[in-house]
Structure formats: structure tokens, C-alpha cells
């Protein structure tokens, strides 16, 4: 195993990044959120128990696992207490091996009202979390940190300034009741602040001294990325490998011996709005739907379903210099007699190879597919590569011939034990212990 492995999402999120870091965790001391919030959605089904984790690091099921929320990650408190009350009460302890940085902004309840009042008006599908107000808040120089829980004074007047801004928008512009009130949301801020306090200290520190192996779980997908991703349909935060240094406040100079895998699923899904190229709208979108339970894991809204796309797929290795991928989700596929994957886009007559940066042009964007044939066989469950089916292994040759990358990993089904390796991951990086 990687001494610093970094699990990015490479399609739009819900890639089953949760999945596959649970069960690569095992290896690994100390594992690290660094961006996004209570958005995120990391499902793992293990020891018969499903849960869905938004906040807290995935690996911090393993009980040898330290977890780190880093300071590059929007913290609504109410959501974490929450998930620590429940992780408690299936007999998992966080005590000792959770650490928040001090310097995570906070999301507020007044974060989660803009967010309903801009998606009213601008409509990108987000998940009402207030994560985008949150990140706005943060850059506009309005934003409480976690740190500032010390203060309880400045904390009041912080408080009451992020009120005024947000009751004056709302009143104003929106023409709708604001019904918070700064001493309201300071009482519940400074109770939750109670119970986490405890785990509240120097993430970044935790990090550089850690002297064993890390692992680097990115939320969303480097097509969610609010500067590489699909602008202005995206998350607030850099949910490609971009986001890792400021995410962590660790220089970028500390990941470059990291091992860097990108998760994406053998075909593609996408929740909220925003081009997708692939996107099949009838019967067999459907299909997908049913067949891969595609039902969002923070809002359960139904996600939109389509082929797999390799012309976004080698554009996230190339924009997360990816060492390889996982592909999740293969089973999925079993039953279908032709799969298609997209190997260009068609913008009125051109053939394309990379994901344009215009959101014009990707609206415009039609798939031009490749049809291979389906395996029609069940791969589910299965982790012996010997069994894999050769059309299924020709998939995934195709997939690593397109994008220039290595598949190191398939999943095979939703649980913990369902995958299988097809390659080693290289321990022989030049810097890696
Ligand atoms: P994440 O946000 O990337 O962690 O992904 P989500 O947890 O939001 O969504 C992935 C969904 O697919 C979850 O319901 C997982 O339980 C499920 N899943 C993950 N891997 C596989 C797989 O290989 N096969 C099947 N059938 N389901 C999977
Ligand atoms: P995980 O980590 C899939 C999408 C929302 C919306 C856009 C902006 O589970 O893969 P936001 O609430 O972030 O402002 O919404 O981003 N989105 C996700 N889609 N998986 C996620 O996380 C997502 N987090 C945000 O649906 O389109
Ligand atoms: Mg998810």
C-alpha cells in the first residue's frame, strides 16, 4: 500500500468513493476529508450495517483509524453531531482519533436559508446543505471558524453581522419573512460547540507528523470542481486534486510521492442540473436508475443515468494526473446486450476530445459513441479475477486504452468484500517508504 494515497472522484460525485475508501482504509493510519461538507454522501455497506457518512472521514469506521475533517471543509455542526451521536451508538468511539481544524468555517443556519433563496432564482439542483453560502461566506471574509468558538463575545457580534447581511438579502431582494434570530443561532452554536470541542485541534499539524500511511478521501467528483468541473453546475469547493493543498493546509510539495486513483462508476450518473453529455432520458436511463439504485445518498433525489463518458474520464486523469482508476459499479452493466461509451463530443459538426470550458459548447455537446458488446453474465460479488468475463475485461482494456490509465481496481457490488484487484498498486515510487 501507498504511504499517501489520495481517492478523488473522477465523474460528477457518488462515484462510490465511500465504498472503496472504507475498504482501503484497513491500510491506513490516518485518513483525511480536506474540502466539500454535509453534501457529500459516502455509502459502506459492512458487517451486514449500511451507513451513509457526510462529514466524518470514511476510514474512521476502522477502530486503528485516526480521522482528520481538515480546514478546507465547511463543518455544520448540527450535521456532525449528529453523525458522532450515531456512529456512538452502533459502539464506534471517536474519542482520542477524530481531529477538526480549528480553521474549518462553520455552516450556519442562515448559510442553508441563501441557499434556498439563490436556488430559487438560479436553480444548479445543489443539496440545500448551505454549503456554496457557506464557501461564499469564507472568501467574502464573513465566515466563523471553528477557532472562533473561543471567543464567545466576538462570536456574538460575528453572528449578528452574518444575520443583518443574510435577514437585509432576504428581506430586500428575496421579499421573504427571516425568522432567525443571532440569539438563536448563537445558543445552538455554542451547545453543539460543547460536544465537539473535545475533537477540535491542528489538523494540518496532524498531518505533517503523522508518521504512517494517509489516505486522502476527496468528496464530489472532478466534474463538480468549481474551477475544472462543468462552471457554473459544480460545488463551491476544488473537488479535483486541486483542492488537496489548500484543503489541508499542507504545501503541494508534501503530495508528490502521494499515489493519486480516480473512482468512477462503469457508466455515469449525475444529480442536479448541468450539461451531461451522455444523459439518457428514456427507457434506458431508466434501466440504469433502477438496476444501480440511483437515488442520491444525502437527498435521495433520483440521479440522471447515462453511458459512460471517456471523453470526461480522460480529462479527469489528465486534470488529477491520475496513476490509475477504480471502476465501480461493473455489475450494473451485467444484463445489457451493447454498451456504449462516448469517445468524443460532436459541437455542431466538430469533433471534440476534451471537455470544452464553455458552458455553451457542453450544452451542445452530443456524445459520438462506441458500442461494444455486453458480457451478459454475473459479475456480481465476484472477487477472483479469473472469473471475470473476457467482454467485461475488453471493457476495461477499452476504458485503459482511451484514457492512458491503469484500472487497478473493479467493485462488484455495494459491500464492503465485493471487489477485486487486477493490478498491484506500484510500491516502487522513488519517494515512497
Ligand atoms: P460516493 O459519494 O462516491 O461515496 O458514492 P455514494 O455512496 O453516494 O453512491 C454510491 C452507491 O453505489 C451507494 O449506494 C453504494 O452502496 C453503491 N455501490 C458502490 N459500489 C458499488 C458496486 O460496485 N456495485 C453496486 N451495485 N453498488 C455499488
Ligand atoms: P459525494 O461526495 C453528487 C452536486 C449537487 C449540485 C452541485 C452543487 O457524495 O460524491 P452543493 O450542495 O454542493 O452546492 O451542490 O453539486 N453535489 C453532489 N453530487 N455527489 C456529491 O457528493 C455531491 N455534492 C454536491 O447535486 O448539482
Ligand atoms: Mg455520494
Redesign the pocket.
Known amino acids: 500500500m501507498e504511504r499517501k494515497l489520495v481517492i478523488l472522484?473522477a465523474q460528477?460525485?457518488?462515484?462510490g468513493?465511500g465504498k472503496i475508501v472504507d475498504l482501503l482504509s484497513e491500510g491506513y493510519d490516518l485518513v483525511v476529508r480536506y474540502q466539500?461538507g454535509s453534501?457529500?454522501?459516502?455509502t459502506v455497506i459492512a458487517n451486514g450495517q449500511k451507513l451513509i457518512l457526510h462529514l466524518l472521514p470514511t476510514g474512521i469506521l476502522h477502530p486503528h483509524v485516526k480521522g482528520v475533517i481538515a480546514q478546507g471543509m465547511v463543518v455544520d455542526p448540527e450535521v456532525l453531531l449528529q453523525e458522532i451521536e450515531e456512529l456512538e451508538r452502533k459502539g464506534i468511539d471517536l474519542r482520542g482519533r477524530l481531529i477538526i481544524s480549528e480553521r474549518a468555517h462553520l455552516v450556519l443556519p442562515y448559510h442553508k436559508v441563501l441557499d434556498r433563496l439563490f436556488e430559487r432564482s438560479k436553480g444548479?439542483?445543489?443539496?440545500?446543505?448551505g454549503?456554496?453560502p457557506a464557501y461564499m461566506f469564507k472568501v467574502g471574509r464573513k465566515g466563523i471558524r471553528l477557532s472562533d468558538l473561543r471567543n464567545p463575545v466576538r462570536l456574538r457580534d460575528q453572528i449578528e453581522e452574518g444575520i443583518d447581511f443574510v435577514k437585509n438579502l432576504c428581506e430586500k431582494v428575496f421579499e421573504e419573512p427571516f425568522e432567525l434570530s443571532a440569539d438563536q443561532v448563537f445558543d445552538s452554536l455554542l451547545s453543539s460547540y460543547e460536544r465537539i470541542r473535545c475533537y477540535v485541534g491542528d489538523a494540518s499539524g496532524e498531518i505533517l507528523s503523522c508518521g504512517g500511511r494517509i489516505l486522502f478521501e476527496g468528496?464530489?467528483?472532478t466534474m463538480?470542481d468549481v474551477d475544472m468541473g462543468t462552471y457554473p453546475?459544480?460545488?463551491?469547493s476544488n473537488s479535483s486534486s486541486l483542492g488537496l493543498a489548500n484543503g489541508t493546509g499542507v504545501s503541494p510539495k508534501f503530495f508528490a510521492d502521494a499515489y493519486f486513483l480516480g473512482v468512477a462508476k462503469a457508466y455515469t450518473t449525475r444529480?442536479?442540473?448541468?450539461p451531461f453529455p451522455t444523459e439518457l432520458t428514456g427507457k434506458e436511463g431508466e434501466r440504469l436508475r433502477d438496476l444501480g439504485g440511483e437515488y442520491g445518498?444525502?437527498t435521495g433525489r433520483p440521479r440522471r443515468c447515462g453511458w459512460l463518458d471517456l471523453v470526461a474520464l480522460k480529462y479527469a486523469k489528465e486534470v488529477n494526473q491520475l496513476d490509475g482508476f477504480i471502476i465501480t459499479k461493473l455489475d450494473v452493466l451485467d444484463t445489457f446486450e451493447e454498451i456504449k461509451v462516448c469517445v468524443a463530443y460532436d459541437i455542431e459538426g466538430e469533433r471534440i476530445y476534451s471537455v470544452p470550458a464553455s458552458l455553451t459548447d457542453l450544452e451542445r455537446a452530443k456524445p459520438v459513441y462506441e458500442t461494444l458488446p455486453g458480457w451478459k453474465e454475473s459479475t456480481k460479488g465476484i472477487s477472483d479475477p479469473a472469473r471475470l468475463p473476457q467482454r467485461a475485461r475488453d471493457y476495461i482494456s477499452f476504458i485503459e486504452d482511451f484514457t492512458g490509465a491503469p484500472v487497478i481496481m473493479l467493485s462488484t457490488g455495494p459491500k464492503r468484500e465485493e471487489y477485486l484487484w487486477l493490478r498491484e498498486m506500484p510500491t516502487s515510487r522513488a519517494s515512497c517508504s
Open positions: 472522484g460528477w460525485g457518488d462515484e468513493k466539500g453534501n457529500a454522501g459516502h444548479i439542483g445543489t443539496t440545500l446543505r454549503i456554496g468528496a464530489q467528483g463538480l453546475f459544480v460545488t463551491s444529480v442536479g442540473g448541468g445518498s444525502t
